[in-house]
């Protein structure tokens, strides 16, 4: 196989993850259908199922959206019975962000969904060969990250070289 034949559509890591990546999202969106919540307030329950009680600004940090958005958005899955905010313990003047029962529920019928992935997984190569495609997940993950930083960085500097003519942004 050429260098170039690996890039074909279906061929080649990306293509697998790709394909894997779709299949799981895709049982996990069967959950969120017929709850009426657009992508962005999905990611903003999907930050608080890793990680409930985090700031505005740490939902904010965590999903790429302003505070404004982020805010907005809240309003939203508040007024839906999604999440609840409450005072944080510590600092009176800042308010976290937990699940609702609502919220609650639909993590918990994500991780049931999830977890029957990884046992059919695990079922299928045994548990040294799961563990083992675990860790070189894992590290292929840090790979691309270190490859998105890369190009975010390049893509800046190519931007600070060649900057705007006059009257553009």
């Given at each position: 196989?050429t ?28 959950h ?5 919540l ?11 199922f ?5 700031s ?13 958005s ?7 899955l ?8 409450r005072?944080?313990e ?7 962000v937990?699940?609702?029962?609502k ?5 918990d019928?994500?991780?049931g ?6 046992d ?19 590290r292929?993950?840090?790979?691309f ?25």
């Amino acid at each position: 196989m050429t260098t170039d034949e690996r890039w074909l559509p279906g061929e080649g890591i990306p293509q697998t993850l790709s394909s894997l990546i779709h299949l799981v999202e895709k049982r996990i969106r069967c959950h969120f259908r017929g709850t009426g919540l657009h992508w962005g307030l999905r990611r903003i329950l999907q930050r608080l199922f890793i990680q409930d009680g985090m700031s505005q600004v740490e939902l904010s940090a965590a999903t790429g959206s302003s505070e404004a958005s982020i805010s907005n958005m809240l309003k939203h899955l508040v007024s839906g019975g999604w999440v609840e905010r409450r005072q944080d313990e510590y600092d009176y003047r800042m308010w976290r962000v937990y699940l609702a029962d609502k919220g609650v529920a639909l993590r918990d019928a994500i991780a049931g969904e999830l977890g029957q992935i990884d046992d059919a997984v695990r079922s299928e190569l045994g548990e040294a060969d799961a563990q083992t495609l675990e860790s070189l997940l894992e590290r292929a993950g840090a790979a691309f990250r270190a490859i998105t930083r890369d190009q975010g960085e390049a893509r800046f500097q190519s931007l600070a070289e060649h900057p705007s003519p006059p009257g553009e942004l």
